[in-house]
C-alpha cells in the first residue's frame, strides 16, 4: 500500500497544501524544511486522517487547536470553516482508495465553535466502476490501517526508544495475533472451558445430597476461580496502566527523581546562601561597631606600645628620678643656712642654686612620678588593643568564610537553576508524588495478583477434587456418564485447543523474533556482535550481546533506529500488509557517520522490498539531517523531493516539488 497525494485545506500552517506521490518513484519520498516549517504538523496530519488523533500519545486534543490561524481571520462571524485532511491510497490489486476526515467549525466571536465531523472513505477497484463510498469508514481504515499499528508506522525519529517501552509489548501481540486469526483460538479456548465445567455440574444433578453437595462445593470453586481470574485480569490491566502512567511521567520529565533531587539541592544552596549572606552581615555590622569603638585607638596602638617600652626600658636603666621630698631644701632656703652651717645670702648664689635644683628636680620627680603612675593602666590599653586586634582579626575571618560560602553555593545555585529552567517546581513536585504514588499502587498491584495467584492456584486443586469426587458418585447413571462423557471430550478438546493456541502463538512469536533479526543484522554496522534478537513470550524485545548481556537500552540512537526500522518491516512481513512508512526527523539524533550508514541501509531496504511487498517511505527531514552525503547515498534510490517553506507575512506553509 502507499499513498499516493496527500492533501490539507486549513489545517493548522497549512492552509493549502498538496503533495502529490504518485508514480514509480512514489514508494520513496523525502519533505525537507527547516524546524518550523511544519514537518510535525504534517506527521500529525496524516495521522489524524488515518486514526482521528494527533498521535499515540496525544490522544485528546482541543479541535479548535487545528484551525489555521490565518483561515480563521479571514472567516467572518457565523461562516463555516473546513479543516479537511485527504489520503489518496494504491492498495495494489484492491484497487485505489481515498480517505477524506473532517471537521466543521462555526465562526464566533471568541474563536470559533465545533459544529461536526466525519471521515468518509471512497474506493475504486476498476476505473470503469468508478468511485463506491465504503458503508463504514472506520471498519474499512481498521482493516486496511490498523489503528493499532499506527504508531509504529507513523512516528518520530527522536522517540524511536517507545517503540520498545515494557507496556508497548501487549499492543504488539495482541496485534500480530488479531491478523494471524489465533486470537479465534483464544475465545475457543475460554469457550471449551466453560462447557466442560457446565457438564460436569449437570453431571451431579439428582444424584443424591452427597453429589448435591459436591456439584455446589465445585461451584462454588468455579465462580471463585471464575472471580480470581477476572480481579487478576483487572489488576494486570491496572498495573499496565499504572506502567504506563509511570512511563508517561518519565518520558516527559527524564529522570523525576533527579530533577526532584536537583530542585532540592538548588534550595538547600538557595538557604546556604542566604545563611551565608546573614553571616556575612553580621560579621560587617560587627565590624563596623568594633571600628567605631577601637579604630581610633587602634591608630595609636604602636605610639602607646612604645610609650610603655620606653617607661620600661628608662626604670630598667635607672634613668628616671626616684621621688624626693623638697621640704628640706625649701627648709634651708627659709633659714638661709646651709647644711654645713653657713648662712646664706638672701639672693645669692648659692640660694639660687638651690632653688634652680629645687625646681629641676621637683620636675623632674612629677615625671617619673606620673610616668610610673600610667606604666600599669598603659600596659593595659596595650593588651586590651592586642586583644582588639585579635578580635578584629577573627571578625574579618568569619567575613571572609561568610563570603566565600556565598560565593560558593550562590555559584552552585545559579548553575542549578538554569540546568531546571523551565521546570515548574509545583508541577514536579506534583508529578514526583503522583510518581511516587503510581509506584506505590503498581507495588500493592503485583502483591495483590501474587495473592490471588495462589489463590487460583488453590481454587483449581479444589475443583479438581470435586471433579473426582462427582466422576466417582455417578458412575453407575447413565445419564450422568453421557454428560461426563461429554465434559471429558471437552476437556481433551480444550486441551488440544491450548496447545494448537500456544503452538501457533509460539511460531508467529518466532517468526517476528527471526524477521526481526534478519533485518536488525542487515542494517546494523557492529557485525558479530550482537546475538540474534528475541522476542519474548509477551512479545518484549531482547537484545543480547555475544557476552550474553541485555544491551537494549543501551544501544546507540542509530542502533536503536535501525531496530525500530527493522521492527515496523517486520510487522508488515509477519501482519501481510504495508503500512505506509512516514517518519519525522529519522536522523534527528544521529552523527553524521551514522546518518551515512543509515542512510545507505535504508536505501538498500527499499530496493529490496519496494517492487515486491509495495513499502512505501515517507521521511520528514531537516536541512541538518538531509546533508550532501546523505543526499547522495539517498539519490541511488531516485527519491521524489519536496521543500516545505513558511512564509512569516502569511503565516503559512508552502510546498514545492525540487526536480522531475
Known amino acids: 500500500m502507499r499513498i499516493t497525494r496527500i492533501q490539507f485545506d486549513n489545517f493548522r500552517q497549512h492552509r493549502s497544501l498538496d503533495i502529490d506521490l504518485s ?5 520513496f519520498a523525502i519533505i525537507q524544511g527547516r524546524n518550523g516549517a511544519g514537518k510535525t504538523n504534517l506527521l500529525k496530519g496524516i495521522t489524524w486522517i488515518i486514526t482521528g488523533k494527533l498521535a499515540l500519545d496525544e490522544p485528546k486534543f482541543v479541535p479548535e487547536s487545528l484551525i489555521s490561524h490565518t483561515a480563521l481571520l479571514d472567516a467572518k462571524l457565523g461562516e463555516e470553516i473546513l479543516v479537511l485532511g485527504s489520503l489518496e491510497l494504491d492498495l495494489g490489486n484492491a484497487g485505489v482508495a481515498k480517505i477524506d476526515r473532517e471537521m466543521r467549525f462555526i465562526r464566533s466571536e471568541t474563536g470559533a465553535r465545533l459544529a461536526g465531523t466525519d471521515v468518509v472513505v471512497n474506493t475504486m477497484k476498476a476505473a470503469a466502476s468508478g468511485y463506491q463510498r465504503e458503508p463504514d469508514a472506520d471498519l474499512w481504515i481498521e482493516r486496511y490501517l490498523p489503528r493499532r499499528f499506527s504508531h509504529y508506522f507513523l512516528f518520530d525519529g527522536e522517540h524511536l526508544n517507545r517503540f520498545f517501552r515494557e507496556t508497548e509489548a501487549k499492543y504488539v501481540e495482541q496485534a500480530v495475533l488479531e491478523i494471524a486469526s489465533i486470537d479465534q483460538l483464544s475465545r475457543m479456548v475460554d469457550h471449551l472451558d466453560s462447557v466442560s465445567k457446565d457438564l460436569i455440574k449437570a453431571a451431579a444433578q439428582g444424584q443424591g445430597a452427597e453429589a448435591e453437595e459436591n456439584a455446589s462445593n465445585y461451584q462454588y470453586y468455579v465462580g471463585r476461580l471464575d472471580d480470581a481470574r477476572e480481579k487478576i485480569s483487572e489488576l494486570r490491566a491496572a498495573g499496565e496502566d499504572f506502567q504506563e502512567k509511570i512511563a508517561e511521567a518519565t518520558a516527559r520529565l527524564g529522570d523525576v527523581k533527579s530533577i526532584e533531587a536537583d530542585m532540592r539541592r538548588r534550595n538547600e544552596y538557595e538557604r546556604q546562601a542566604e545563611s551565608a549572606s546573614g553571616r556575612a552581615a553580621d560579621a560587617r555590622n560587627e565590624l563596623e561597631s568594633w571600628v567605631m569603638r577601637f579604630g581610633p585607638a587602634l591608630w595609636l596602638g604602636p605610639a602607646l606600645e612604645g610609650l610603655g617600652d620606653a617607661i620600661q626600658k628608662a626604670h630598667d636603666d ?43 628636680f621637683q620636675t623632674l620627680s612629677e615625671v617619673g612620678e606620673t610616668l610610673s603612675e600610667i606604666q600599669v593602666p598603659l600596659y593595659g590599653v596595650t593588651s586590651s588593643l ?5 578580635q578584629a582579626t577573627a571578625i574579618l575571618g568569619r567575613l571572609k568564610e561568610a563570603e566565600s560560602d556565598e560565593k560558593e553555593a550562590t555559584s552552585q545555585f545559579e ?246
Open 386 to 390: 592586642k586583644l582588639a586586634s585579635a
Open 23 to 27: 508514480g514509480p518513484q512514489g514508494e
Open 318 to 360: 635607672n634613668v628616671l628620678p626616684p621621688p624626693f621630698k623638697a621640704d628640706a631644701l625649701r627648709e634651708l632656703l627659709e633659714r638661709e643656712v646651709c647644711v654645713c652651717g653657713r648662712e646664706l645670702a638672701p639672693k645669692g648664689q648659692a640660694c639660687r642654686h638651690i632653688e634652680k635644683v629645687l625646681a629641676d
Open 415 to 660: 548553575i542549578l537553576k538554569k540546568k531546571l529552567a523551565g521546570s515548574d517546581d509545583e508541577q514536579i513536585s506534583a508529578l514526583s508524588r503522583n510518581l511516587d504514588k503510581y509506584q506505590e499502587d503498581f507495588g500493592k498491584n503485583q502483591k495483590e495478583i501474587g495473592r490471588l495467584e495462589g489463590q487460583e492456584t488453590h481454587f483449581i486443586g479444589e475443583i479438581d477434587k470435586y471433579k473426582r469426587k462427582i466422576e466417582n458418585q455417578v458412575a453407575a447413571d447413565a445419564r450422568a456418564q453421557s454428560a461426563l462423557v461429554r465434559a471429558q471430550f471437552a476437556q481433551e478438546a480444550l486441551r488440544v485447543a491450548e496447545e494448537l493456541y500456544a503452538k501457533l502463538s509460539n511460531q508467529v512469536r518466532e517468526e517476528v523474533a527471526r524477521n526481526l533479526d534478519d533485518e536488525f543484522q542487515a542494517m546494523i554496522w557492529k557485525k558479530n556482535f550482537f546475538q540474534p534478537v528475541e522476542v519474548d513470550q509477551h512479545y518484549r524485545v531482547q537484545v543480547r550481546n555475544m557476552q550474553g548481556f541485555e544491551v537494549r537500552e543501551s544501544l546507540s540512537a542509530g542502533e536503536t533506529a535501525c531496530l525500530a526500522f527493522a521492527f515496523s518491516l517486520t510487522l508488515s512481513k509477519v501482519a501481510g500488509f504495508y503500512y505506509p512508512m512516514v517518519v519525522d526527523s529519522p536522523f534527528g539524533r544521529l552523527d553524521s557517520e551514522v546518518k551515512q550508514f543509515v542512510s545507505d541501509v535504508l536505501s538498500r531496504v527499499l530496493k529490496s522490498t519496494s517492487d515486491a511487498s509495495g513499502n512505501q517511505l515517507i521521511m520528514l527531514m531537516t536541512d541538518g539531517e538531509y546533508t550532501e552525503s546523505v543526499s547522495e547515498v539517498m539519490a541511488t534510490s531516485h527519491p521524489k523531493l519536496f521543500v516545505l517553506d513558511f512564509n512569516q507575512l502569511t503565516g503559512e506553509t508552502e510546498v514545492q516539488k525540487v526536480g522531475d
